[in-house]
C-alpha cells in the first residue's frame, strides 16, 4: 500500500532545514519519491513529532499561510 505524502503545500524551510508546512526533512523530501512505503511510514511518524514540537507562533505563521 502506497503512503500519501504528508505535503500540505506550505513548503518553507525553518530551522534544521524541517519544512514548516509538513514537518518533513529536506532530506526525507529528496528521497519520498523513492522511499519504500515503510520507509515513508517512518518519514511520516517523525514528521508528525516534529511538528507537535514547533514553537507556538511557527504553527501560527503556518496555519495562516493555509
Avoid at 532530506?27 to 514528521?47: H, L, Y
Wanted: charged share 25%; net charge positive.
Amino acid at each position: 500500500m502506497d503512503v500519501p505524502s504528508p505535503c500540505v503545500n506550505i513548503c518553507t524551510l525553518g530551522p534544521g532545514e524541517v519544512c514548516t508546512g509538513c514537518g518533513r526533512h529536506i532530506d526525507e523530501i529528496a528521497v519520498w519519491g523513492s522511499a519504500t512505503a515503510a520507509e515513508k511510514q517512518r518519514i511520516v511518524a517523525a514528521a508528525r513529532d516534529r511538528l507537535a514540537r514547533l514553537p507556538s507562533s511557527t504553527v501560527e505563521q503556518r496555519q495562516a499561510r493555509a
